[in-house]
């Protein structure tokens, strides 16, 4: 009997599992939900456990759902993607809580790190060619500086520091296993080049990282056996003990393996990936070492063994155009408040035209920008406001909010062209998939043309690819990703009608930068 993979992503705010074939076919998804205290940008805490048990939620539930269906077929291997969030635990496994409720974990979007990041890029270390040559609040280094810093009674009983991926590696298997992907994304590791960054570490006041946060010397590419699941983890999740278990991905690169896994020559000759959720990431992959000036990266090997990876995105992408509808719409901003504007945005660009709302500018740093140019402190504006608090009015700021944030994606695509990888090419996952209006304004806003993900959730894809790997049901998770790999949806192109209206929307939002930067104190 044919095995399932069962694949486990977890989110901001909800872990996401489902069960897949070998041929990359999601038989089902089931979510469950997690609490995080903090906002965007802010203070952002969570509970490792509560993670935990919503990872087991969620299996289970799609393990339910799929024997209610009739799949009564084993699960012969496991994988997990995650943000990347810091999990801080003390000497002896238990979770050093740094915040109310039991929180041990530091959220990605956290950004009490801000003047660390400063001073870590400040030191222009060689080290930092993996971030772009700068640094970000939301990469690890400078929240375990502010740790160290602002709470050395924690740092002091620190016993291990992971991203969140290689926590659930180690909670289902034991293991002490770190994922490439995460150590070269987000910590400065790099394979090629001696491991860990330690002159980075002692130059910014972390030499004793190697030892407080317990970085082996080693770590793993994504795809390959991390364990096996322990007797609890197997109970808890609803899997078989002894299920393989795979080292994982941070939730972005994920997406880009299920997103490139079909491309042409596995993601190269001009193909990126658009991961779209609360944040928004496109990252490129190639067989060559790009420039790196302005984005992060390159990174080698945290997509596939042999390519390079570069970065660029917005921290607050639909985290945006959820306050939109928070602030002028009903005050919900579920999925069915998002379809409920789409729609009427569609209704008022047939009976107003396609310039709906262009006496409307929305600048969208709220949060700073990620990349390219980054900067974790920001402010974001909105120009041309009336009075009306209508579902009308409330359609044409989020329609032009939407389109200050596909505009913004141009930018890094520009950024990605200069660094010697040119992008023709945007494969799209997340939010921006389920609506074929912000695809086609995704599209005249970049000039580039886009793709829509053949699978439901290429993130889940990705992640169900590396478990097939550590199954032994693929020799690689580059031969997975060939083999699962979800063909891609109707080419939506740039409509040369348009071209005129984005521009002169990019040249407004220019000015408007440059009106707040001399406003600000």
Do not use: N
Request: with cysteine; proline share 6%.
């Amino acid at each position: 009997m044919e095995s399932l993979i069962c694949a486990v992503d977890v989110g901001t705010a909800s872990a996401r599992a489902g069960l897949f074939d070998r041929s990359g076919y999601m038989i089902v998804r089931h979510v469950a939900p997690f609490e995080m205290t903090g906002t965007l940008g802010g203070i952002a805490e969570m509970s490792s456990e509560g993670v935990w048990r919503a990872v087991a939620a969620a299996a289970r539930g799609a393990l339910a759902e799929a024997r209610a269906g009739g799949e009564t077929r084993p699960v012969a291997g496991l994988a997990f993607d995650a943000t990347c969030s810091l999990v801080l635990r003390q000497k002896g496994g238990a979770p050093l809580e740094i915040g109310a409720d039991g929180a041990d974990t530091i959220a990605w979007m956290d950004h009490r790190g801000t003047a660390e990041a400063e001073e870590i890029a400040a030191t222009a270390d060689p080290a930092l060619a993996f971030a772009g040559g700068s640094m970000h609040p939301e990469m690890q280094l400078p929240k375990l500086l502010w740790l160290k810093r602002h709470r050395p009674l924690l740092w002091d009983r620190l016993g291990s520091a992971r991203d969140l991926v290689d926590f659930l590696t180690w909670r289902a298997t034991g293991s002490e296993i770190r994922s490439l992907c995460a150590a070269a994304a987000k910590w400065g590791y790099c394979p090629g080049d001696g491991g860990w960054p330690e002159a980075l570490f002692a130059r910014i006041g972390l030499e004793d990282l190697g030892r407080a946060g317990g970085l082996p010397r080693h770590v793993a590419p994504p795809g390959t056996r991390a364990g096996t699941l322990t007797a609890l983890a197997a109970t808890e999740l609803g899997l078989p003990i002894g299920c393989p278990v795979a080292v994982g991905m941070v939730d972005a690169y994920a997406g880009t393996l299920g997103l490139l896994g079909r491309a042409p020559e596995g993601g190269r000759g001009g193909h990126a990936a658009l991961i779209a959720g609360t944040s928004a990431c496109v990252m490129g992959v190639s067989a060559e070492r790009p420039r790196s000036a302005g984005l992060w990266g390159p990174v080698e090997g945290a997509v596939l063994p042999g390519l390079w990876s570069i970065e660029g995105g917005q921290s607050a992408a639909g985290a945006l155009l959820d306050w939109v509808l928070q602030t002028f719409g009903a005050g919900s901003a579920d999925i069915a408040a998002h379809e409920a504007t789409l729609a009427r945005i569609e209704t008022l660009l047939i009976a107003e035209g396609p310039d709906l709302g262009s006496d409307i500018h929305v600048l969208t740093g709220a949060r700073g920008r990620r990349m390219p140019r980054p900067g974790a402190e920001g402010r974001a504006g909105i120009i041309g406001l009336g009075l009306g608090r209508g579902a009308d009015d409330a359609a044409r700021i989020y329609w032009r909010a939407a389109t200050a944030l596909a505009l913004g994606m141009g930018d890094v695509l520009g950024e990605m062209d200069a660094a010697g990888q040119p992008v023709r090419v945007l494969h799209a996952a997340g939010g921006v998939r389920r609506s074929p209006l912000l695809m086609q304004l995704y599209a005249d806003a970049t000039g580039r043309e886009v793709r829509p993900s053949g699978a439901p959730d290429a993130v889940l894809l990705g992640t169900a690819m590396l478990g097939a790997s550590a199954a032994g049901l693929y020799p690689g998770p580059g031969a997975a990703a060939a083999s699962m790999g979800m063909p891609a949806g109707t080419p939506i192109t740039p409509r040369a009608e348009r071209a005129g209206r984005m521009e002169a929307d990019r040249k407004a939002q220019t000015r408007l930068r440059s009106v707040l930067r001399d406003l600000a104190p």
